[in-house]
């Protein structure tokens, strides 16, 4: 814990912030909302304003885009060339689209018409999600066992879409992309990213204007001036509207940042602040325009963000990188290392306390206010750790 680089040149505090905004996506998404502050979640669409839970998801965003250069990095050391660099982002987003869709439409099945209790489809799915894309360990002789589990996982997956069926008896339907789920939006968002920094490298200047071309983009779509409907939308929507790429982005922008500067900490740290400045101004100048908005993906909602997770990074790495202080760091550290998973294992606990009628949740009520807040973050404490256990046994997840 006290190494502030990690062997392959990444920054500590990369997983520490992922760590942070992972344990809050877990913290805001328990919370009872009746029962706690309205600052703590969602502000409502038509209002211009933002609270905390309308920063975590795009602080999650923005690092994924600032891991790229290093997870990129990683690989090349690893000896892959451009095109096998390729086929990883493509095959990685094209598994977070297709788990973000699952995810999606579990709450839409129709019980009658899938033959199956909604709750159970979605346990086998997730079950399945596990089985295939799970980080087994490198044993050749149980090799075998271990490719035979992600063909049961697969072949669940394929049974269970095969037989998904939404809608009544008169209008069946089936799966939907919809707003793709938030893994699908993270899919979306490592896509463009990635394959902006596979074409302009580590070229910081193009990595900003690749960021406000997206922040532009989603300018003109949220003005109107720019409109795509149809199939087109439905499919590329998420990157036509630029909003979520433009989040990324910025973190790709940073994380190229980080690298060129990492060895020059006190000058990397001005330049955090400085860009993390700019950005909240940019975002309040946007305001006069359009309102803060997470629901309605508004870019001053999104350089505002932006601007959060810039300085909140700062602060991080100015305690890890710089001061060498990691300790109090520990937790966030194992949620980081362990991301997907963490975000995924707890939703198992949910549907086994609701299919089994466990009174887990007790603290979901609206009288005492400590009790709903305190509640959420135990649970958030526990499904860190949750996923930390589930790691020394060889169940984690990695895309």
Known sequence: MTQTTLSSGRVFSIDIMRGITLCL??????????????WMVHTKAETDGMGLADWVFPGFLFMAGLSIPYAMAARKKKGDTRFKLLLHVLFRSASLLSIGILMLNGSRV??????????LWKVLMYISVFLVWNTYPRKKELKPLFVALQFIGLAGLIYLVTIFKAGSAEDVKWLETGWWGILGLIGWGYLTAALVYLLIGDRLGLAVISWAVFVVLNILSQSGIVHIGGSANRIFGVVLNGNVPSIVLAGLT????VKKLQEQKNQLLKWLIVMGALSLVGGFILRNWFIISKIQGTPSWAMLCNGISILLFALVYYCTDILNKTKWAALFNIAGRNSLTTYLAPDLIYFAC?????????YKQSENMTLAI????????????LAHVLSKIYIKLKL
């Open 354 to 362: 609701w299919g089994w009628g466990i009174p887990l949740f007790f």
């Open 25 to 38: 996506m877990l913290f805001v998404n328990d919370l009872f909302e009746p029962g706690v502050p309205s």
């Open 254 to 257: 940073i994380g190229i940042l």
């Open 374 to 385: 305190g509640g959420s973050i135990c649970w958030t404490v526990l499904m860190v750790l």
């Open 110 to 119: 129709n019980e009658a018409l899938t033959g199956m209790p909604g709750l």
